[in-house]
């Protein structure tokens, strides 16, 4: 879901907000909200006498405002610049030239794994999440090294130790982020597991994290889930949802009963996302669950509509 959204969430006129409720109205860590502060004098909040930081609505309006722009694919270098603008010269100004910010990112984390440098590379992954959100940081900087380091793993020598090093770097940075978050929230509580036949995770794990960091929790099943056993965990750990992931050609009998089995067994919405989900969005509507697309944000802007958090 873009942030942007998040910031709507209603909050009393004239009320101080503290850090860590301005990061729950916003989808924004409280780091991130500290370096927008501290390195590019974004926001400033005031503070209490021993030094807390506290927010205003209109502090809250200007993060919306910054994650719009951010949205847009705007650095968050020239953010500032920007918000000082006309509307219209807003609009004049192309977000185009700031591809070379991501591509530095990217740059530095390729070559990273070339190297099998692991420092640099949790250094650079780092630096970007301190100053975007999680779901612009997935989708401009690790989906792209995903697609690359995947496509060109047959022209290099090491290429597909090169990918195995990324993809397990991946796993534990995303599973100890996730768990980190999920310790810290009580929200709704959602299963997510990969289809049957399924056995690559990352996709599924990167919707974990923008997931945990929307405020849900998240029970995480992994590759290959046979869907006849997810209502047996239901009984035990009882969910709002189910979400399935699959970026590879569906089990033979997946929508024709197994989805279909599913969704009457479990009494709770059951979505699929991911590649397979794309391509066959009539059949898993025809099963009765309901279709995510590839697109992360989007799915959980659409999820989000029918389970609403908080609630």
């Given at each position: 879901?873009?942030q942007s959204q998040q910031a709507k969430k209603s909050i009393e006129p004239g009320s101080m907000l503290p850090i860590r409720t301005v990061a729950h109205l916003t989808g924004i860590n409280p780091v991130t909200l500290r370096a927008w502060e501290r390195r590019y004098n974004l926001i400033t909040p005031q503070r209490t006498p021993k030094g807390h930081r506290l927010y205003t609505e209109d502090d809250v309006e200007l993060i919306?405002?910054?994650?719009?722009?951010?949205?847009?694919?705007?650095?968050?270098?020239?953010?500032?610049?920007?918000?000082?603008?006309?509307?219209?010269?807003?609009?004049?100004?192309?977000?185009?030239?700031?591809?070379?910010?991501?591509?530095?990112?990217?740059?530095?984390?390729?070559?990273?794994?070339?190297?099998?440098?692991?420092?640099?590379?949790?250094?650079?992954?780092?630096?970007?999440?301190?100053?975007?959100?999680?779901?612009?940081?997935?989708?401009?900087?690790?989906?792209?090294?995903?697609?690359?380091?995947?496509?060109?793993?047959?022209?290099?020598?090491?290429?597909?130790?090169?990918?195995?090093?990324?993809?397990?770097?991946?796993?534990?940075?995303?599973?100890?982020?996730?768990?980190?978050?999920?310790?810290?929230?009580?929200?709704?509580?959602?299963?997510?597991?990969?289809?049957?036949?399924?056995?690559?995770?990352?996709?599924?794990?990167?919707?974990?994290?923008?997931?945990?960091?929307?405020?849900?929790?998240?029970?995480?099943?992994?590759?290959?889930?046979?869907?006849?056993?997810?209502?047996?965990?239901?009984?035990?750990?009882?969910?709002?949802?189910?979400?399935?992931?699959?970026?590879?050609?569906?089990?033979?009998?997946?929508?024709?009963?197994?989805?279909?089995?599913?969704?009457?067994?479990?009494?709770?919405?059951?979505?699929?996302?991911?590649?397979?989900?794309?391509?066959?969005?009539?059949?898993?509507?025809?099963?009765?669950?309901?279709?995510?697309?590839?697109?992360?944000?989007?799915?959980?802007?659409?999820?989000?509509?029918?389970?609403?958090?908080?609630?």
């Amino acid at each position: 879901m873009p942030q942007s959204q998040q910031a709507k969430k209603s909050i009393e006129p004239g009320s101080m907000l503290p850090i860590r409720t301005v990061a729950h109205l916003t989808g924004i860590n409280p780091v991130t909200l500290r370096a927008w502060e501290r390195r590019y004098n974004l926001i400033t909040p005031q503070r209490t006498p021993k030094g807390h930081r506290l927010y205003t609505e209109d502090d809250v309006e200007l993060i919306r405002q910054v994650l719009e722009l951010l949205d847009q694919g705007i650095s968050i270098s020239q953010v500032k610049p920007l918000l000082e603008q006309t509307p219209g010269q807003q609009k004049a100004t192309s977000p185009a030239r700031v591809g070379d910010v991501w591509k530095g990112y990217q740059g530095k984390m390729l070559h990273a794994v070339e190297t099998f440098d692991e420092h640099v590379l949790d250094s650079t992954y780092n630096d970007a999440l301190s100053l975007y959100p999680v779901d612009v940081v997935n989708q401009r900087l690790v989906t792209p090294l995903l697609r690359i380091i995947g496509e060109r793993w047959k022209q290099r020598e090491t290429g597909i130790i090169e990918e195995h090093f990324f993809s397990v770097y991946l796993r534990n940075k995303l599973g100890a982020r996730i768990h980190h978050l999920n310790q810290r929230s009580n929200g709704p509580l959602l299963i997510l597991a990969c289809l049957p036949g399924e056995y690559h995770e990352i996709g599924l794990l990167l919707f974990a994290l923008a997931t945990v960091n929307f405020g849900y929790r998240v029970l995480i099943l992994g590759s290959n889930t046979p869907l006849d056993q997810l209502p047996k965990v239901l009984q035990q750990r009882p969910c709002a949802g189910i979400v399935l992931s699959g970026s590879s050609r569906p089990s033979r009998g997946l929508f024709e009963s197994e989805l279909p089995e599913l969704v009457k067994n479990s009494a709770i919405p059951v979505f699929v996302g991911g590649k397979t989900a794309a391509r066959h969005q009539q059949k898993i509507e025809a099963g009765g669950a309901i279709c995510l697309g590839e697109s992360i944000s989007a799915g959980l802007r659409s999820m989000s509509q029918r389970l609403k958090p908080g609630k």
